[in-house]
């Protein structure tokens, strides 16, 4: 069992009995040594990745399904519409996306252990680039949140907004667990504020995507659960 630092081998598979997968090596270990579980292959081992889902902090997507890419496969299409958090991870094995996207993480200071809380809280968000910026709010009487925080709304209305920069003409969409809520076109300039109007009697959460003109996102942010 690696410590912090280390490496976990594949070798540490999915232990598969008559009922099916009922424990996952890595997501222990990495538990154990004090550091964050991620599910990171989509699709594929149904059963492994399912049982590895419920002990991981996040689940990854990349290559086509995330920023670079143009949507999700099913699987994490799914993960996500019922507000499970997503890392962005360069394994894209795909010719020129090495090193994209990138992971931006809300954190207390700069150090691992505060890195590491800000994942497991789910207060991050996937950038294609650096030149993509991307601010989230949830804000209802009175109170505010930002990507991966709960908000208490109490009944209250709940207002929606992004502050998006660096992607032209881009599209900017909300999305709760129906899927796609309400949407809205940037400018040339690439900068552009979008807000929209819910409640916790249409929505359990809300998360944003940002989108180039040919489909390929630009952002994705980790949802924002309403009570």
Not at 6 to 16: F, K, L, N
Not at 83 to 103: A, F, M, V, W, Y
Request: charged share 20%.
């Amino acid at each position: 069992m690696p410590g912090p630092g280390g490496m976990e081998g594949w070798g540490w598979r999915a232990r598969i009995e008559v009922a099916g997968v009922t424990d996952v090596g890595a997501g222990i270990s990495a538990h154990t040594c004090g550091g964050a579980g991620s599910r990171l292959v989509p699709g594929g081992l149904p059963c492994a990745f399912g049982a590895l889902g419920r002990q991981a902090d996040a689940g990854t997507a990349h290559g086509r399904c995330t920023c670079g890419g143009t949507g999700f496969p099913g699987d994490h299409r799914t993960q996500h519409r019922r507000g499970t958090r997503i890392l962005g991870n360069s394994d894209t094995h795909l010719e020129g996306r090495i090193g994209i996207p990138h992971t931006v993480v809300l954190a207390e200071e700069l150090s691992v252990d505060a890195v590491l809380a800000g994942i497991r809280a789910g207060r991050s968000w996937i950038a294609e680039s650096a030149a993509v910026q991307l601010s989230f709010t949830v804000s209802a009487g009175g109170r505010s949140v930002g990507i991966g925080e709960r908000l208490e709304a109490g009944g209250a209305p709940v207002g929606v907004r992004a502050d998006v920069r660096g992607v032209p003409s881009g599209t900017v969409s909300f999305h709760t667990e129906r899927g796609r809520a309400h949407h809205a076109s940037l400018p040339a300039s690439g900068s552009g504020t979008v807000q929209w109007r819910t409640g916790t009697a249409e929505s359990a959460f809300v998360r944003v995507e940002v989108r180039r003109p040919d489909g390929r996102m630009a952002a994705l942010g980790n949802p924002v659960v309403l009570t």
